[in-house]
Every structure is written in structure tokens, then in C-alpha cells.
């Protein structure tokens, strides 16, 4: 079935380059989240997408972490200058709206040299 | 801002024992809440959610969840656990209205024969 996709799955660098991962949405599910979740912890809030309002950012750790979303598609997270400590998996969700549930795609796990 | 705290990081339980794992939110504005599971090597899924109306909330596989507005807690129990329930285990909040889903940091499941 069309569940939520990401990319790539697996995705090694070296410390100072840039990465983007990018994550494809259930089609018609208005709201998309990215979260991180280090090796044994929890998931830590990034950024949420909602229709066309204004994404809420106040998760981001660093300004080396941006997202952009185009209309209710696809999602691309871009980590600049990438630092050893930003390794973990990437993971994003989407769903039809506010408090309805996440259905979530199988991660990114990114691994910083 | 909203927080999640789950005080029990992990849970060892003998087979067919009851378990409860706790979960409680920062925060008593109006919340939807949410138990989210992650089996092993499998992605997260949703397990039971509250949004409104009777606060005791049934999964399809034996647990309930209870919200209580008092003590900001939404725990989750089931009577009699079996080995295929050993799993990580998240719950989540997201404020009234329109607000962004928060994770705790999971409570690990193990259930021992």
C-alpha cells in the first residue's frame, strides 16, 4: 500500500558536508512531522508541517537545520555542515490533520563520520 | 511549552503478570494523547489515542489507557501481558488547538517467560 516514504534509508557523510533527506507523504494527508531519535531515545520534535500555514520550527536544534514542504507533498530536511552529534534516525510523519493519527515512515539513518 | 515525561525507561515483567506504564504531561490545557508502539525493527504505529468523551480509551489488543485531567497522566495497563507485547512503548501529546505532537522519551517492554 502508499505509506509514508523516505529517503534515502541509509545515508553515511562526513562531518561538514551537507545532507537532505527526503520523505514522501501518504497522498491528501494535510500535515507532516520530522522527528529525530537518537541511538536508545526517545523521538525528539523537529519541524511540523500544517496545510498552509506557517511551519513550526521550534524544534529545530541549530540553524544548520532547515525543511521545506511543496503544498502537501514531499518534504526535504537539509542538515548543513553536519557534526558527528547529528547522527541518528531521521524519521517523518504525516496525517490528515490535528490530532488524527501519525502514520510514520521508516527512517533515515544518517551516520556522521 | 509541553513535555512528556515517562518515568520508567524499562520494564521487565513476567508472562500473563498486569503492567502499567506511566505517562504523565507538563502542561493542563486541553490535550488530545496518544500511546504510539515500536516493535522491534519495525516503525512506529498507533496503540490507542484519547480525544474526547469517556477518558478510559481500549486498544484492540488488550490495553486501555485512562486520562485523568487532575493529575495530568494518561497511564497505560494491560492485565495479563504476553511475550509479543515486549516492544518500545511512546506516548504523546498535542495541545488544543492545532498544535504539534510531542513524544515522550519511551518506556522499553520487556516481557520475560
Known amino acids: 500500500g502508499a505509506g509514508v516514504s523516505q529517503s534515502p534509508s541509509n545515508k553515511v557523510t562526513e562531518k561538514g558536508k551537507d545532507v537532505e533527506l527526503r520523505c514522501d507523504p501518504i497522498?491528501?494527508?494535510?500535515?507532516l512531522y520530522w522527528y529525530r531519535q537518537r541511538l536508545g531515545q526517545g523521538l525528539e520534535f523537529l519541524i511540523y508541517?500544517?496545510?498552509?500555514?506557517?511551519?513550526?520550527k521550534s524544534g529545530l536544534p541549530s540553524d544548520r537545520f532547515s525543511a521545506e514542504r511543496t503544498g502537501e507533498s514531499v518534504s526535504t530536511l537539509t542538515i548543513q555542515r553536519t557534526q558527528q552529534e547529528d547522527s541518528a534516525v531521521y524519521l517523518c510523519?504525516?496525517?490528515?490533520?490535528?490530532?488524527?493519527?501519525?502514520?510514520f515512515g521508516p527512517g533515515t539513518r544518517l551516520t556522521v563520520l | 511549552a509541553q513535555s512528556v515525561t515517562q518515568l520508567d525507561s524499562q520494564v521487565p515483567v513476567f508472562e500473563e503478570a498486569p503492567v502499567e506504564l506511566r505517562c504523565n504531561y507538563s502542561?493542563?490545557?486541553?490535550?488530545?494523547l496518544f500511546w504510539y508502539v515500536q516493535y522491534p525493527n519495525q516503525g512506529l504505529q498507533l496503540l490507542l489515542k484519547?480525544?474526547?468523551?469517556?477518558?478510559l480509551v481500549e486498544s484492540i489488543n488488550g490495553f486501555e489507557a485512562e486520562f485523568n485531567k487532575s493529575q495530568t497522566s494518561f497511564h497505560l495497563r494491560k492485565p495479563s501481558v504476553h511475550i509479543s507485547d515486549t516492544a518500545e512503548y511512546f506516548c504523546?501529546?498535542?495541545?488544543?488547538?492545532?498544535?504539534?505532537?510531542?513524544f515522550g522519551p519511551g518506556t522499553s517492554l520487556s516481557v520475560i517467560p
Open positions: 504523546a501529546v498535542s495541545n488544543l488547538p492545532y498544535d504539534k505532537v510531542i
Open positions: 508541517f500544517q496545510g498552509n500555514s506557517a511551519p513550526d
Open positions: 497522498s491528501g494527508h494535510t500535515a
Open positions: 510523519a504525516s496525517n490528515l490533520g490535528w490530532g488524527n493519527e501519525q502514520f
Open positions: 502542561s493542563s490545557v486541553s490535550v488530545y
Open positions: 484519547y480525544l474526547s468523551g469517556s477518558t
